[in-house]
């Protein structure tokens, strides 16, 4: 699984070519007002792990707003923000919209493994319900399968959740989801996962100490 947002900047607020080092991201964040989400959303924990990475300072360097995921596209259109952090199906629908064109960074490709979306239980659930979860985790697992062996299939799955949004969005939504390995195939939580996760809420300071993976990360039931 990997981060499932990515930087969108206004028509006409695009980098005149894709910068290729920290450097040339901070120079080209500088100034600039940022739409992103709530303090404490892994959005915003990821743009301030970014303008970390970039040697950038919130509000001091750049201007952060923080806002629903879903206003960030009415501000943008209205001016309010040059720089958007959103994810599916926003992306899309801005695109169409013109609000803004392709992606300027895609943070799932550029960050790698991350353990964004996960399933927690209660420690007693697992010591005494281990059948019943063991059926849900291989459900999902071939869930998850099913996602990349039948792209038609998820795009209707999509339908139903978003049943207002053109057919034509909602299947570049999921072909880019796909493309970019947004999802997981087999539910396994790699390592990797979860020190990317981990570096990044300790940047944005929602974590003060380092958690290992074993203590928060039981992989039994996947791997049977």
Known sequence: MRSSVYVMAAKGQEPVSRPGSAAEWASYFNGRTIGTGAYGSTP?????????????????????????????????KAGRIQVGIVNEPLITQGIRD?????????????????????????ADTIAHQPELLERFVRA??????????????????????????????LTAA????????????????????????????????LLKQEVPYEEVIDMRFVKR
Request: aromatic letters at 10%; a negative charge.
């Open 174 to 205: 999921v072909k880019r989801c796909l493309a970019d390995q947004l999802w997981s195939k087999d539910g396994f939580i790699e390592p990797a996962a979860w020190t990317m996760a981990q570096n990044v809420v300790r940047s944005a300071g």
């Open 44 to 76: 915003n924990s990821v743009t301030r792990f970014l303008l970390t990475q970039f040697g950038l300072r919130a509000n001091a360097d750049v201007q952060l707003i923080e806002m629903p995921s879903t206003a960030i596209v009415a501000a943008m």
């Open 98 to 122: 013109s609000i803004w064109g392709e992606p300027i960074y895609a943070v799932p490709l550029e960050l790698g493994p991350y353990a964004w979306a996960t399933v927690n239980v209660r």
């Open 140 to 169: 999902l697992a071939k869930g998850l399968n099913a996602t990349y062996s039948d792209p038609a299939a998820s795009v209707g799955v999509a339908k139903q959740e978003f049943p207002t949004m053109a057919l034509e969005d």
